[in-house]
């Protein structure tokens, strides 16, 4: 492992005024995202897609990386370049989802797991060899009638810092995220403790492993109200729920947060970064984004696979791009 490699990196990644896109959606997630507004799915749906989101002039000044799906890594731009090659033309890092997605938890069906461990070492020099520097693994934390469960917050918790100590074995950046999903009518306060319990697990289990905190970035959760919830908490409120959160769970040797999106509405997840910039000062990480969603959707319902409508789109990634981009130092508005 080497440390400074991996600091680098990491600083690199949540630079100023920059965030990541996660442009990994597994086949079947981007299946039912293309299905929902009409674009037939597909290795060339996806390849173009990814060629007009890749592509959007300027992206580079609010960009520091974008989280891949492998087969992205393997496809090229109508110009022949291999698209992780246009994102590094634009300075940006390419990255790469890892896992291999969840299934039931075993013996407790409403919660998930994730896989993919086996093979990760062989697969993680081939990843680094076309030109990826960091990874991600996502981890899915469900809040139910007496869930989430101990067996199933340590299980991911174990996996997550696994996969962030190979990582650092071959000098790629581990994306830690654990999610506390937004799904269901809980409260703020119980995706609070949901989300300081799985974080606590996961840094106890980082540390187990002897992961290096200078050398990860944590991908989380906002702390917010559940999306059927009665009392939608505002936006200062799951600011500081959020910040209060980390602080106590999230050491300061770690450079920086970028959060997820989690399914909030675009505006939503900017104005909610935004929040927690401006109104803290001297936190001890980076307080970034790693959107899909709140990134894509207006390109993507723009887009509609029409060569006609790419224009169109890129400017709405760029505006998405750039209200995030300012959101890094709380100077956002619409
Ligand atoms: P959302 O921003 O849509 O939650 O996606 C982030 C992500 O990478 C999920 O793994």
Known sequence: MNVQTLEGTARELVAPGQGILAADESMG??????????????????????????????????????????????????????????????????????????VSMPLSPDEKFTQGLDGLGERLPEYREMGARFTKWRAVITIGDGIPSRGCIEANARSLALYAAFCQDHDLVPIVEPEVLIDGDHSIEQCYEATEWTLHATFQALYEQNVEFSGMLLKPNMVISGKEAERQAGVEEVARATVECLRRCVPAAVPGIVFLSGGQSTTQATAHLNAMNSMYDGLPWELSFSYARALQEPPMEIWKGQTGNVEEAQKAFYHRLKMNGAARSGSYSE
């Open 29 to 102: 997630t981007i299946g039912k995202r293309f299905e929902a507004v009409g674009i037939e799915t597909g290795e060339e749906s996806r390849r173009a897609y990814r060629e007009m989101l890749f592509t959007t002039e300027g992206i580079g000044e609010f960009l520091s990386g974008v989280i891949l799906f492998e087969e992205t890594l393997n496809q090229e731009a109508s110009d022949g370049r291999p698209l992780p090659q246009v994102l590094l033309d634009h300075g940006i890092i390419p990255g790469i989802k890892v896992d291999k997605s969840t």
